[in-house]
Nanobody, 125 residues
Framework: QVQPVESGGGLVQAGDSLRLSCVAS????????MGWFRQAPGKEREFVGGITWGNHNTEYADSVKGRFDISRDDAKNTVYLQMNSLKPEDTAIYYCAARWRGRQVPHSGPQWEYWGQGTQVTVSS
């Protein structure tokens, strides 16, 4: 079992950058596929992106492709979400998720096994 913990959220202006971190203290962290989701007020949770274990393939939602970048440092049990050119519509609570040995990055939330508590990102116009 792994418990992701997100950090790095905050209030920024449109066009700014922000990096979120997700630490999951587990010796086998390197065997978890990690993902990021977000939920804006009044909206359903949506997939942002993810990175597989092993070969570290990444996948992104169309709405963030080219602006967001996901990476991981298995030595630090950490996955990062680098967010650039932020827009007001990126405002949401961002959640980190983990999936044991997932060879793909599911876009559907129920396919992920473990979730963090979330971190708020607010982008002002």
């Amino acid at each position: 079992q792994v418990q992701p913990v997100e950090s790095g959220g905050g209030l920024v202006q449109a066009g700014d950058s922000l990096r979120l971190s997700c630490v999951a203290s587990r010796r086998s962290f390197n065997q978890y596929t990690m993902g990021w989701f977000r939920q804006a007020p009044g909206k359903e949770r949506e997939f942002v992106g993810g990175i597989t274990w092993g070969n570290h393939n990444t996948e992104y939602a169309d709405s963030v492709k080219g602006r967001f970048d996901i990476s991981r440092d298995d030595a630090k049990n950490t996955v990062y979400l680098q967010m650039n050119s932020l827009k007001p519509e990126d405002t949401a609570i961002y959640y980190c998720a983990a999936r044991w040995r997932g060879r793909q990055v599911p876009h559907s939330g129920p396919q992920w096994e473990y979730w963090g508590q979330g971190t708020q990102v607010t982008v002002s116009s």
